[in-house]
């Protein structure tokens, strides 16, 4: 009974870590294999996952100028991507996801100006939006600095 228990533990131990060895990308895999995905990808027209599997081989290989070289050049499509999706999702109005694009571009690419002229845009919209909307409006904890009536 006790070497049942046993094996059902070790059974249950190498199921659990062969899914997470199955999951975690790139963590079994070598830099070639990455890159080979990255490419797989890539002709998918699969941006996000290319540019995941070219960072993990850079990862694991940083001196190989290809995979430097790979991440480079998607970066900035991925990035510019997200600010298109950004856009689209500011016109719907929809200015919290469009603002999560553009912190995700700026976050790939941060030298990406319109992604971060986007950010600013939409953080004076959403703070217009917080305001009061006249400044005969009582002070409240949206305009603490406007001094209240003396008292």
Do not use: F, W
């Not at 963590?27 to 080979?36: D, G, I, T």
């Not at 490419?39 to 070219?54: F, K």
């Not at 996801?97 to 959403?126: F, H, T």
């Amino acid at each position: 009974m006790e070497l049942l228990k046993v094996s059902r533990s070790l059974l249950a131990a190498l199921v659990l870590s062969a899914v997470v060895l199955r999951t975690a990308p790139g963590y079994a895999e070598s830099a070639k294999r990455l890159y080979a995905r990255g490419e797989s990808a890539e002709a998918r027209d699969d941006l996000e996952n290319a540019y995941q599997a070219y960072l993990a081989a850079l990862g694991k290989a940083p001196g190989d100028i290809r995979y430097k070289v790979a991440v480079d050049r998607i970066r900035t499509e991925v990035a510019s991507r997200h600010v298109h999706r950004g856009e689209g999702l500011a016109r719907e109005k929809h200015m919290k996801e469009a603002l999560v694009e553009y912190l995700q571009a700026l976050d790939l690419d941060p030298g990406n100006s319109i992604a971060g002229q986007n950010i600013e845009k939409i953080k004076e919209e959403m703070d217009k939006k917080d305001k009061p909307a006249s400044a005969n409006d009582p002070p409240d904890a949206y305009d603490l600095d406007r001094p209240g009536p003396p008292v």
